[in-house]
């Protein structure tokens, strides 16, 4: 027990931020079913609003910082090194230290819950609705000052992530020859360096308000609401590729070991990630475009929303073309990254919708947009986290995860996932809004959402499966070996499950793909130029 | 905007197909010839492809942004008015507020006329909300401290919905209201009826016009349409019994929901800011009687 406690190398910090992420994932599911469950039919009473507007800020601050952060942030930490030929992280204390400002962050948010008010302004909790005189209740401190700690962490291990890229890579590996995965992971955690710090500021000034009679965001006094709003998304649309990014990265891997070609082309790929990481930084009024800001200003920021899908277009592309012409193996982690494909373009495609001004002045704060950031960050960033597991749990655990049970997650996934929120964007069409504790009996409002509650059903089934796959398979699964499925990065030359020091011998890299070199020593991806 | 929405659908749809054939086709031509297959031919990329399919999406959104600024002009109504507005609606936590320039003011039901577009300012007495008629205009944010103004048309008489589209605390779900658009002739009949006062209370109903004073009803409700204070504490009672919802939507005008909000108000709609009433039975069926004679 302590050994895990007090651990600092870097496989058993990134394997407590996963089996952290997976905890909260699963309280944040609940949080999700109570709601689907109060939704299944016009007015219904099962919980009171106050319960509700609980569970939709719990789930969405859940899953954004318990979840989709430390489980990209602990594959990261987990993979980083393996697959930059290193031993260990550069700063490993300070990886211990974010791992655990980041969970007790979580813990703290929780205890929230046993204080009788849990927050109950939304994830982005918008002044001011949270001001002591609105939102009197604890739970807002609670929110503000778990979610402070959850910066601290984030924050150090992003750089801890940076330096460790920077200065632990294997001899001979360039910038130009990391591993995608590594590469996006490296200009995430920059993303988090710069991002997070509006939101820490943010938070403080909450504080302020709420603790200390300050008035940052009260009109009446000379404060401006509207300042949280540009503070809060100067973070949050960085946020959203902080958590997409590395996901990106994850596909990046999976796709060209099962189609047995390396990405195509890896310069785009890389650059369009640079891309992203500055557009979104410019992106951020495209959530405040119901707010009368001016036209000028509005179009400004719909430019920059709508270039941000050129980069992420190219990567589409890129990884289709990676599947052309190969020779595809449809492991279950292969599944989740080909539904990752279609459902992200589902989500990046409605994102331009919302691009739009004119739609957005309609569909933003409609069940549309629920439908849009859940195609983005479940089939998306979860569909992608879940390839990553299936391909990575070997070099993880030494034992493969059962192929069978994981097919029948994945369908179930699949469906369960598709059926919760396809139908959530004729809802929004139909001009339900989003964060509504229930709905008048409106033609067609009750029929899909009880289909939505069927989908969201199906899914917990689904996850639950795979939950039972990877404790069965930790136990019983058939061992894996070193290299179970014949991969080109430098992790599988590690043992399965590593030992403490990865690698007795620190490999030298002429190529993106070293094992691809070892392997076929006659026709290397390198050339004596 | 229905034209715009159809376009992004038709630019969304191409998209997706492009891609889906892509994985499609990849998936079954592609598929693994079992594990002995040979590794299949490696190829790194192709430049010419990648600007293909940088220029195209580059093309396709510069295109999309145009047809969005010239949509924007259209339906944006000019933030710094120099003219007055016909129609001032104040959001309020869980409420709709619209005052009209004559001083009239309506809850709930909001009387326009048809056929022409007006000029509304759109305020919150509180937290942000958002006003929101789908048919008749674009969403609003309604900011404490701000006032943001939209154009206000509907093309034909009728009643239209419309709901607080920004998230402002727990009754955000009830904070529904209609907007009525009439012809001119009866727009203004109704403009001159609403500034009325109902006739004078009757029977019982007299005692419940004195405890609609006595118990300070009158501080957050006024119960004629015109001079009230701006914005009010609470809903407007003028004519309260000829409205079709009571709450924002959350119950119909029935003498047993108006009952309830005399006698357990927090029962009526969780988390309103009308406090206990404390009012004895034979209090509550004066008072009730005294609103159902708002007519």
Known sequence: MSDWLCAIDHKRVGILYMLSALLFFLAGGMEAMVMRAQLAAPGLKLITPEIYNQMFTMHGTTMIFLVAMPILTGFGVYLVPLMIGANEMALPRLGALSFWLQFLGGVLLYLSFATGAAPDAGWFSYAPLTEKAFSPGAGLDYWALALLMITGGSVGSAINLIVTIATQRAPGMTMRLVPLFVWMTLVASIMIVFALPALAASLVMLLSDRLLHARFFDPAQGGAPLLWQHYFWIFGHPEVYIVVLPAFGMISEVIPVFSRKPIFGYPFVATSTVAIAFLSYGVWAHHMFAVALGRNFLAIFSAASMLIAVPTGMKIFSWVATMWGGSIRFTTAMLFAVAFLLEFTVGGLSGVAFATVPVDWQMTDTYFVVAHIHYVLFGGTVFAVLAGVHYWFPKLSGRLLDEKLGRWSFWLIVLGFNTAFFVQHFLGLLGMPRRVYTYPNLPWFGALNVISTVGAAILVFGILLFCANIAMSFFFGVTSGDDPWNAWTLEWAAASPPAIENFAEIPTVRSRRPLWDQKHPEAPDWSEA | ?295
């Open chain 2, 1 to 295: 905007m229905a034209g715009v929405f159809s376009l992004v659908l038709v630019i969304a749809a191409t998209v997706f197909l492009v891609v889906a054939a892509g994985v499609v086709y990849s998936s079954i031509r592609y598929r693994s010839r079992g594990l002995g297959a040979p590794e299949p031919k490696q190829i790194f990329g192709s430049r010419k492809l990648e600007v293909v399919w940088t220029v195209v999406p580059l093309l396709i959104v510069t295109g999309l942004f145009i047809v969005t600024v010239r949509a924007m002009v259209l339906i944006d109504a000019p933030q710094n008015s120099t003219h007055p507005p016909e129609l001032v609606i104040i959001g309020h936590q869980w409420w709709w507020e619209a005052r009209y320039p004559d001083g009239v003011v309506a809850t709930g039901d909001i009387h326009i006329p048809a056929s022409r577009r007006l000029l509304a300012r759109i305020e919150s007495a509180d937290v942000i909300h958002d006003f929101w008629a789908p048919d008749l205009a674009r969403k609003m944010d309604a900011v404490p401290g701000r006032w943001s103004y939209i154009w206000l048309e509907a093309d034909t008489p009728g009643t239209y919905a419309g709901t607080c589209s920004e998230f402002c605390g727990a009754q955000h779900a009830w904070m529904r209201f209609r907007v009525v658009a009439e012809t001119e002739p009866s727009f203004e009949a109704w403009l001159q009826r609403q500034a009325q006062p109902s006739l004078a209370p009757r029977g019982i109903a007299v005692e419940g016009a004195r405890l609609f004073q006595t118990r300070k009803c009158g501080d957050c409700h006024a119960v004629t349409a015109a001079g009230a204070v701006s914005p009010a504490k609470g809903p407007n009672l003028a004519h309260l019994a000829s409205r079709e919802f009571l709450g924002s939507g959350i119950s119909r005008n029935t003498p047993e929901s108006l009952m309830l909000w005399l006698t357990n108000p927090q029962a009526a709609k969780p988390g309103n800011r009308m406090p206990d009433t404390k009012l004895s039975a034979n209090e509550a069926r004066a008072l009730l009687a005294y609103l159902e004679s708002l007519q």
